[in-house]
């Protein structure tokens, strides 16, 4: 298994940055890919960005291309989430996970492991 942490997350104004992390542990060296997903209130769960482990290769939502950047760490089995331009729609909460099959296809479908979350919300 994978215990994956999140940090970063907070309020910030539309326009604004913020930065996500995520710590990853456990059966690091299984993994194919990390990626962030997020949930807004009433929504389902949506795919937001995923990379391949350990090769760098990433995969992104039309929603938040060109303003978000997600990136690894290989050493501290860490990935991050860059989000600048931020919109009051990002608001979500923003969930770190991981997958052991290196099928990209999938990814945006789900993972096997997922961290517990952190809120953002953005403000207009």
């Known amino acids: 298994q994978v215990q994956l942490v999140e940090s970063g997350g907070g309020l910030v104004q539309a326009g604004g940055s913020l930065r996500l992390s995520c710590a990853a542990s456990?059966?690091?060296?299984?993994?194919?890919?990390m990626g962030w997903f997020r949930q807004a209130p009433g929504k389902e769960r949506e795919f937001v960005t995923s990379?391949?482990?350990?090769?760098?290769?990433?995969y992104y939502a039309d929603s938040v291309k060109g303003r978000f950047t997600i990136s690894r760490d290989i050493v501290k089995n860490a990935v991050y989430l860059q989000m600048d331009s931020l919109k009051p729609e990002d608001t979500a909460v923003y969930y770190c996970?991981?997958?052991?099959?290196?099928?990209?296809?999938?990814?945006?479908?789900?993972?096997?492991?997922w961290g517990k979350g952190t809120l953002v919300t953005v403000s207009s």
């Open positions: 996970a991981s997958d052991f099959d290196d099928d990209p296809g999938s990814w945006r479908y789900g993972m096997d492991y």
């Open positions: 456990g059966r690091t060296f299984s993994m194919a890919a």
């Open positions: 990379t391949r482990w350990p090769y760098g290769n990433t």
